[in-house]
């Protein structure tokens, strides 16, 4: 059975956060490790200054058992405080969000008197979204009861939210132990989620929970991201010149972020399927299908399987993975034929050996 679990480095807006029982993304504001030298000593503000983190996404197993225990990935992420550029008239603080060393996206934000705001973001590409009105990641002055809404536009999508500062704890993690600032938020459009960021005083965000629900209100997905090491100032990854990506690329591997193999044993665990599209049409569909080119008593050219998902943004990724057979893989070829919007995007090829 193919599965999807998608990954990318996190946005403010996580619209990369989509399974195959999802029907719609998650707005949330997901971590911004906050600088501003007017909040001085509230937020870092030394350019370079950076925030290494552990993001853990998790789903429920799609077994019927219910013992199984839930599937899991783990990436890091990077933020980095940048220079400044202006939009619109103003002048905005760059917060650079790096997938090891690529960057993914850039997130604009301004100091306010009353909060942190992000009024647009770029892409990895540099196109642009602006968030009307402009997002509130925090309100000061910073306080138990505090509350605040968000219900505007990110890009095209309505978003609905409602945030509330529940009082601050204590907060143990790789990077230390910190005094920190709950905030929780209750997401009721484009999709049910909650959220929840502690926020320490002069080190920004240092943990972050975000639950995607269903209709029924069970958990869809579950990501948390945790600063790994007290953040410091470090040098921007060098910039590597290369020329435009392709609209389409897949490939295959026996890790979930590992070179692309084209070969793998009968015993593999799981088979993992990436997938990066650039420049797509909004909301295109991805489909990919399974198919057993030349193995032992199969037909030939036999599909096996196929799954589907809609991306969210014009440049989107994300991995499908190939559960392993109970018998295990069938010693033979296969591809797997990538679809966008119904035409054929790319095949992957790989064999399974003995």
């Known amino acids: 059975m193919i599965i999807e ?32 030298s007017a909040a ?22 799609e ?16 933020y980095r405080l940048g220079g400044t550029e202006k939009i619109d008239h103003q002048e905005l603080r760059r917060l650079e969000i790096y997938h090891g060393d690529s960057l993914e996206s850039v997130d604009l934000i301004a100091v306010e008197k009353n909060g942190i705001v992000c009024p647009a973001r770029r892409d990895e590409r540099g196109n642009i979204t602006k968030l009307i009105p402009p997002q509130k990641l925090l309100a000061l002055p910073l306080k138990k009861g505090v509350t605040w809404n968000f219900d505007g536009k990110i890009g095209e999508t309505n978003v609905a939210q409602f945030y509330d500062v529940a009082g601050d704890e204590d907060v143990d993690l790789p990077a230390g132990k910190f005094r920190a600032w709950r905030i929780h938020c209750e997401q009721t459009s484009p999709s049910v989620a909650t959220i929840d960021r502690w926020f320490a005083p002069t080190i920004g965000f240092v943990k972050v929970e975000t639950i995607i629900k269903g209709e029924s209100g069970s958990t869809l997905q579950k990501t948390t991201l945790i600063l790994k090491e007290p953040p410091k100032v470090v ?30 044993k009968a015993d593999t665990p799981a088979i993992y399927v990436r997938w990066r599209g650039h420049d797509l049409r909004n909301k295109a569909e991805i489909r990919a299908v399974l198919i057993a080119e030349s193995v032992a008593d199969v037909s030939a050219d036999y599909q096996i399987d196929e799954s589907s998902t809609t991306a969210p943004t014009s440049n989107s990724s994300g991995t499908f993975t190939l559960s392993t057979p109970e018998q295990g893989w069938a010693p033979g070829a296969y591809r797997i034929e990538f679809f966008v919007d119904d035409e054929l995007a790319q095949t992957v090829k790989f064999k399974i050996s003995k």
Not at 64 to 73: G, I, K, Q, S
Not at 236 to 256: C, D, H, L
């Open 5 to 36: 679990f998608v990954h990318r480095a996190i946005e403010l807006s996580i619209t990369w956060l989509v399974s195959p029982r999802m029907k719609s993304a998650t707005f949330a504001i997901f971590l911004a490790p906050l600088a501003c």
């Open 40 to 61: 001085e000593p509230l937020f870092p503000t030394a350019e370079g200054f950076s925030w290494k983190y552990e993001m853990i996404q998790e789903r429920p197993s």
């Open 63 to 78: 077994s019927l058992d219910l013992t199984e225990p839930n599937e899991r990935e783990h990436f890091d992420v990077t």
């Open 235 to 264: 040098a921007a990854p060098p910039k590597i010149t290369t020329s435009s990506p392709e609209k389409f690329s897949a490939g295959v591997s026996n890790e979930s972020t590992g070179e692309f193999k084209t070969e793998f």
